[in-house]
């Protein structure tokens, strides 16, 4: 899968498949059980001796075991549950062992690593008893485990994922990238209008001028000629409000402001060489921003299908939640798509970006090809 997040940017949680959600949910009781007999006697032990000095090489260790675990912890999850977390982003220590410890104790993510570690036991519990009675259970392996292993994730991103502020600073960066590209992006296409006006447009209506002059040179002598002038114009004329009317589709449909994005991706299914099934259901109509950069993402999509995916169908589905326009494109081809830098792909990420959407590109190799995209309504 290939999504366009950044680095660290907007996490969320997949629901893992029941079978992987019942093995983590049995096998990590063990895990959870030691991992918190340990930190808890530890620390006990440290806080109680360190009035005689003992207890501060035990805290020393245990804070070093916490954070420890909680990498462990990040891995196994990630591992198990499919959560993509990303490694700990911890500030660097430096300096003799006391104030490499305390440099540790005021960093946020060990705390949050002790948060999940103390939580995580008596969660374990819960989802021990849960995994063995799914063995036995078929409906509750089928329908509450893998909701279970999806709390569970969710959990684990909202402890041992990045914190706010880090999530903050990253969005930052990633929107001031996405933007300056869509600076580049904006300056491209007005050097593309520009050339289309004046090698197309522009040079018919040139010729429209320059017939019309040896039209009323030759009015009074040249009857015959003038007619085929007249002609030649006329053809002139019609072709540059083509190329007019054309040039302004590709900046903004006409239809889709009339009659909104149903209308509009319909035509554009209409004009794909392969069948293109679409649904739409996004009643309140979105603002205009949304269903702008909706249109140009199906479009672009469907464009890259025609020409490169090898597919003989396609769907285009647009629905609305409370707060959100999704869109998904899915194809039937040779699978195999990715998100480059510099690419269509890449481009229609950043537009999305731009209205602080999201855009994924799930393609393995022999398809099907998902591109969605995930667009606030408000920002």
Sequence with gaps: ????????????????????????????????????VLVVTLSLVGIVTTVIWIGIPILLWTTSMV????????????????????PADRAPVEGGVLRRWRMRLVDSTTWRDLAYL????PLSVVEFAVGIASIVLVPMAIWVAPWIGWV?????IALLGPNRAERLRVKAQQLQASRARGVDAAEAERRR??????????????????????????????????????????????????????????????VLGDRGLDAALSALAAKTPIPVEVAVDI?????????????????????????????TEAQVKVWRTDDKVIIEITDNGHGGAEVRPGGGLAGL????????????????????????????CTW
């Design 349 to 376: 990420a950043d537009r999305a970006v731009t209205i602080d959407g999201v855009m994924t590109v799930v393609s393995p190799e022999g398809g099907p090809t998902v591109v969605r995209a995930d667009l606030p």
């Design 118 to 121: 103390l939580i995580a036991f």
């Design 283 to 311: 009643e309140p109509r979105p603002p205009a921003a949304v269903e702008t950069t909706a249109y140009f993402i199906a479009g672009e999509t469907l464009t890259n299908v025609a020409k490169h995916s090898g597919a």
């Design 152 to 156: 569970h994730g969710s959990l684990a």
């Design 67 to 86: 954070r420890g675990f909680g990498d462990l912890e990040r891995r196994w999850v990630r591992r198990m549950l499919g959560t993509p977390l990303p």
């Design 1 to 36: 899968m290939s999504a366009v997040a950044g680095e660290h940017g907007p996490i969320e949680q997949p629901r893992p498949a029941a079978a992987k959600s019942i093995a983590y949910m049995i096998s990590s009781f063990a895990l959870r059980l030691v991992q918190f």
């Design 193 to 254: 209008i520009e050339r289309d006006l004046h090698d197309g447009a522009q040079q018919r209506l040139v010729a429209v001028a320059l017939n019309l002059g040896r039209v009323k040179n030759k009015l009074d002598k040249e009857p015959d000629a003038v007619r085929a002038l007249i002609e030649e114009a006329h053809t002139d004329a019609k072709l540059a409000v083509s190329e007019l009317r054309d040039l302004a589709r590709g900046i903004y449909p006409a």
